[in-house]
């Protein structure tokens, strides 16, 4: 239980008491901290509900409030605010019933849910690029807070390998090199290796989906080659099996270096078994319609204020399309995972794309009412111009290159600083990783999810300021006062009743943690973890300047304290490990 909660309960009996809505005693951090610690404003709403005065009913609650142990404070503000503080005996039981917790007072989920986050989104025979980043850097934060919130989380990435563009590549590359053994009729043998590299494809794939649009006969041999895949063709198949492990092997390896991982690494092709059942039944049941030789599922629902364009479920030429690999995917996530919440991590401008899979999976009954399925889209990374960012010719920039750039940049950093200047090279060179990584994914999830930012390399991996390296220095300072302490012998001990300012409020805002984080579910939004980790920070240095810990002579404050920057770390810690940032033992 956390300190907001148990005084939401307290002020929710206290309406109860009155004969009112229990919920009306929400309890919040103050507006205004030099009035008081904590609010509850539900008096006002109370009042409107009733018809009695809202500064009665205010009145009333805070004086059985004041009736509490361990309230220090009750009383009305303004129209009806009700104005609270604890007593500092009452704050130091919290903080030492908190910083013992393993879990900082968050309570883990009670009806835990399977939650599948589906994020990062490669593709074959695309490099991942920075539209790409967001996805995985979002979506990794999202995943590390619902399994820290007590949740089962699914982590799948949905590799793009079954759709249009697979037909482009195998057109292009049979027009390219006709000879290879993957378009002989009667072939069945191929060789292991791939008869092209990862630079091949990502130079056929662009020149080919360019020419799709202009020549109508290409594209249909494109579109050909898709069913023809999609079929079963050996040759066919076996080519498609190369591009895809060149291609994974590439995002396997950036997706290392940014510390994330996958429980699942299924791909839009692994459904292909589900489709055509779960097509035969949606023609059965009427909820998919011929139209011009294709076969659709409209989409379109009373009350709409545009036109929703159907959703192509067979192609004319019979293939599957992206959208139909979704679909299925929701039915296999339904029966076969037990998803009750299906998170997308995805850039925006698909939005219109996940409007109709997800209408379509309702109308076709494959995610019954009890299954949430959400777009949690994001907005774009530009570059200093304004525009997405691209490289200096305009081109997409790799993922790779990206962190190269950020690593690099870490590494200057950290020389201009003077960190770690003496380490051996092998811990060097892990720390310019740690920093250059918490550089990149403390500036997107420091932003609002859906706002769109500005990658700015200087800024990012600074060490002051609103930044990762910031944060992780922050963290790596309160280590090594520890360890001073451990050196000298002083251990940490009970917290004692806060008497000094920074320290009360150090202790106020570490026991708020368990609301961020429930926030941040609610919400799908890592940024308030993100401006809760950088408030920590401050808070500990505001506490640390004022509270000298190594040379207190009061024994029993020291070890307090001592206990006190030790909880300190380790919110600091929890909080940038949801964000994906890890921490190095010294700097
Ligand atoms: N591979 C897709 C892309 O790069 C993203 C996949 C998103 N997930 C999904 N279930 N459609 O655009």
New binding site residues.
């Given amino acids: 239980m956390s300190l907001l909660r148990h005084l939401s309960e307290l002020a929710g009996a206290a309406f109860a008491d009155l004969g009112l809505d229990a919920s009306y005693g929400q309890v919040l951090p103050s507006q205004r901290p030099e009035l008081s610690q904590f609010q509850c404003n539900g008096a006002m709403a109370a009042a409107k509900k009733s018809g009695r005065p809202p500064q009665e009913i205010a009145g009333q609650v805070a004086e059985r409030l004041r009736s509490r142990p361990g309230v220090a404070l009750a009383e009305v503000a303004g129209p009806g605010f009700i104005n609270i503080s604890v007593t500092d005996d009452a704050l130091a039981e919290w903080a030492n019933r908190t910083a013992s917790d393993p879990r900082l007072g968050h309570e883990a989920a009670a009806d835990p849910l399977t939650v599948v986050v ?1 994020y990062a ?3 074959v025979a ?1 490099a991942m690029h920075v ?2 980043l967001r996805a995985t850097i979002i979506g990794d934060s999202l995943a590390r807070t619902f399994a820290f919130g007590g949740h089962k989380v699914i982590r799948d990435p ?3 390998d079954w759709g249009f563009q697979m037909g482009l590549l195998i057109a292009a590359i049979a027009e390219e090199q006709p000879d290879l053994p993957y378009f002989q009729e009667g072939v069945t043998e191929f060789p292991d290796t791939s008869p092209v590299t990862l630079d091949d494809l990502q130079r056929i794939y662009p020149a080919a989906a360019a020419r799709a649009q202009e020549d109508e006969e290409f594209a249909e041999r494109a579109r050909m080659a898709t069913v023809r895949l999609q079929q079963g063709d050996p040759g066919y198949r076996a080519l498609w099996r190369h591009m895809k492990n060149v291609s994974e092997q590439s995002q396997r390896a950036d997706f290392a270096a940014l510390g994330v991982e996958f429980d699942l690494w299924y791909g839009e092709s692994d459904v292909h078994d589900l489709i055509e059942p779960m097509v035969e039944r949606l023609k059965e049941a009427g909820v998919a319609e011929e139209s011009e030789g294709a076969w659709i599922i409209r989409v379109d629902e009373e009350g709409d204020k545009r036109e929703w364009p159907p959703l192509i479920l067979e192609s004319r030429t019979g293939g599957f399309l ?1 959208s139909t690999t ?1 679909l299925a ?1 929701i039915d296999f996530r339904v029966r076969d995972l037990g998803a009750d919440l299906i998170l ?1 991590v ?2 925006r401008r ?1 939005s219109d ?1 996940f409007t109709q899979v997800f209408r379509a999976a309702r109308k076709g009954g494959l995610a019954p009412e009890g299954v949430a399925m959400e777009h949690t889209w994001f907005g774009t990374m530009n570059g200093p111009d304004g525009k997405p960012f691209k490289t200096r010719e305009g081109g997409v920039i790799r993922l790779g290159d990206v962190i190269n750039m950020i690593v690099d940049a870490a590494r200057k950093r950290l020389d201009e600083a003077h960190l770690a200047e003496d380490y051996p090279e092998e811990e060097r060179e892990r720390i310019a990783h740690q920093v250059g990584i918490a550089a990149l994914k403390f500036g997107d999830l420091v932003n609002n999810r859906t706002s769109d930012y500005v990658f700015d390399l200087d800024r990012f991996s600074s060490f002051e300021g609103k930044t990762g390296p910031y944060l992780q220095y922050a963290a790596v300072r309160v280590k090594s006062i520890l360890r001073k302490a451990e050196e000298r012998a002083i251990e940490p001990g009970p917290l004692v009743p806060p008497t000094v300012p920074e320290e009360r409020q150090l202790i106020l805002h570490l026991l708020q943690f368990p609301e961020v984080v429930d926030r941040t579910m609610e919400l799908r939004a890592p940024n308030h973890v993100a401006e809760y980790a950088f408030e920590t920070a401050g808070a500990f240095n505001r506490f640390y300047d004022t509270c000298h810990i190594l040379s207190e002579e009061d024994a029993a404050r020291r070890a307090g304290w001592l206990a006190l920057a030790r909880w300190s770390l380790a919110t600091l810690e929890l909080s940038l490990h949801l964000l994906g940032i890890e921490v190095p033992d010294r700097m």
């Fill in positions: 589906d989104g490669p593709n695309k539209g790409h949905h590799f793009g992206y979704d995917t997308y995805v850039d698909q794309h």
